[in-house]
């Protein structure tokens, strides 16, 4: 049993260490990392870059042998929604077979990780407004997407008293 908790243990220093290693990449690309390694469920909390999405960030997290990011509403609450993976280890054989060398793969893992997480923002904001621009025309809209104010003319004359 004794053998069992080394192993455990073994395994939450090396996702803890992997964790930092994403963060000092994303915070290189001056992204807002918040790091929350310590907890019993270790993970980094990415900021979204964008202030007018409904969540703050992602959740980039350990998960078997795998890094996976989620959508979080606030940094120290529970993700939702699903689990995008972030294979790590497929960039590097995909890297390294197109005869590049380590250092060169290295960077261009960097720099992947990064633009997948920047491009994710971006594409989120960017389906947010939409969504809310199309509730918008379901709401006040018509049939060819015009806003449409509807005006009855209201009767105010029975408020009107005299003061005889």
Known sequence: ??????????????????LHTIKKVLEQAHMKVE?????????????????NLSFDGVRIYKIGESLAWR???????????????????????DLLSDEMDEEKAGRAIMKTIVEEMKKFFKESGQAEKDLRSSEIDKK????LGRVVIKSTGTDYSNMLTSKN
């Open 1 to 18: 049993m004794h053998q069992f908790h080394k192993f455990i243990d073994k395994k939450s220093r090396k996702a803890v260490r992997e």
């Open 140 to 143: 006040y809209g018509d049939a």
């Open 35 to 51: 790091d929350f390694t310590q907890k019993e469920d270790p993970y980094i909390f990415l900021h979204s870059p964008d202030t």
């Open 71 to 93: 959508v979080q509403r606030e940094a120290d609450t529970h993700p939702y929604g699903s689990a995008y993976k972030l294979d790590i280890q497929e960039m590097w054989n």
